[in-house]
């Protein structure tokens, strides 16, 4: 890219996480939402969506989450067209394990033959060697469901072994699927759907910054169905901000493994993010918000 590119920034809420060997900043960016209505096809604004990328480089975010059944292939495309020239701070992290249908749905596609063509199409289309980090999606889309990961998580261990990814991850997934992750290969991260209103995974996010392993919440705003609470209300109204600015904040406090990773097709709306996550929360107003998903 042509612009100058910050190292991680200081200015960024949160500070700086560590997957395996790589420094990512908590507050990252989900480039999701760059594909077109529906998360299919390409963006009504090719240029504004390369100028979210750039501008995520620039204020000094280095983690940038993406998966090739994002249009599909358009994120990748996007994110290589705009960061071709990122410096070695800036890290992508993939999903495989789902594709999409001529309907916009995500049947599953977890044999070793299809975890192995979607490597190689994310490297291709990042135009990278080797996959900074890679989450095997579970569950559907209704969210996890039970069962055994071991071949497919097993396929992605014989690509790192490969050299073409340096670190794993699983996303979707129940806490007995963690478990099992970690019994076969060491796992940097988590991605799972939490936020102020969807607490179910408390328990799974503190033995995991035990552990010092990354919890990456997916929806942090609530996905498709925008948080909406009374309380959260409350306390955006008398810090003078947004609930979703609210709702950031909380998480980054929330617990030091926790990496935020919202999405926009906006260059405003990513500062608005970026300032909204370093909101200030009292401990008085941490125990408020602290209960509305309890």
Same mark, same amino acid.
């Given at each position: 890219?042509?612009?100058?590119?910050?190292?991680?920034?200081?200015? /960024?809420?949160?500070?700086?996480?560590? +997957? #395996? @060997?790589?420094?990512?900043? =908590?507050? !990252?960016?989900? %480039?999701?939402?760059?594909?077109?209505?529906?998360?299919m096809g390409p963006p009504a604004d090719q240029d504004g969506a390369l100028a979210v990328l750039r501008e995520a480089a620039a204020l000094g975010i280095t983690h940038v989450d993406t998966a090739g059944a994002y249009g599909p292939r358009v994120t990748n495309q996007l994110i290589r067209e705009a960061l071709h020239s990122w410096p070695t701070s800036v890290h992508i992290v993939t999903k495989v394990g789902a594709v999409r249908?001529?309907?916009?749905?995500?049947?599953?596609?977890?044999?070793?033959?299809?975890?192995?063509?979607?490597?190689r199409?994310?490297?291709?289309?990042?135009?990278?060697?080797? /996959?900074?980090?890679?989450?095997?999606? +579970? #569950? @559907?889309?209704?969210?996890? =469901?039970? !069962?055994?990961? %071991?071949?497919?998580f097993e396929t992605l261990v014989e690509?790192?072994?490969?050299?073409?990814?340096?670190?794993?991850?699983?996303?979707?997934?129940?806490?007995?699927?963690?478990?099992?992750?970690?019994?076969i290969?060491?796992?940097?991260?988590?991605?799972?759907?939490?936020?102020?209103?969807?607490?179910?995974?408390?328990?799974?996010?503190?033995?995991?910054?035990?552990?010092?392993?990354?919890?990456?919440?997916?929806?942090?705003?609530?996905?498709?169905?925008?948080?909406?609470?009374?309380?959260?209300?409350?306390?955006?109204?008398r810090l003078d901000a947004t609930p979703m600015s609210v709702a950031l904040a909380w998480l980054l406090r929330r617990s030091p493994n926790i990496l935020l990773i919202p999405g926009t097709s906006s260059v405003a709306h990513l500062r608005e993010n970026v300032a909204g996550a370093g909101l200030p929360l009292s401990d008085e107003e941490l125990a408020e918000l602290d209960k509305i998903g309890r």
């Open positions: 890219m042509s612009e100058t590119v910050n190292t991680p920034s200081a200015s /960024l809420p949160g500070g700086t996480w560590t +997957l #395996g @060997d790589l420094t990512v900043t =908590r507050f !990252g960016y989900g %480039a999701m939402q760059l594909a077109g209505p529906g998360v249908d001529q309907q916009g749905g995500w049947p599953p596609a977890r044999r070793p033959e299809d975890l192995r063509h979607a490597v199409e994310n490297l291709d289309d990042l135009g990278l060697d080797a /996959l900074d980090v890679v989450n095997l999606r +579970l #569950g @559907d889309a209704r969210g996890p =469901r039970p !069962g055994s990961l %071991a071949e497919p690509l790192q072994e490969q050299g073409l990814i340096r670190h794993l991850g699983v996303s979707n997934a129940t806490a007995e699927q963690v478990a099992e992750a970690q019994a290969a060491p796992v940097v991260c988590v991605q799972n759907m939490y936020n102020l209103a969807c607490r179910q995974d408390d328990e799974l996010i503190d033995e995991l910054a035990d552990k010092g392993i990354a919890y990456v919440p997916f929806f942090p705003l609530g996905g498709f169905t925008p948080l909406q609470s009374t309380a959260l209300s409350a306390v955006a109204t």
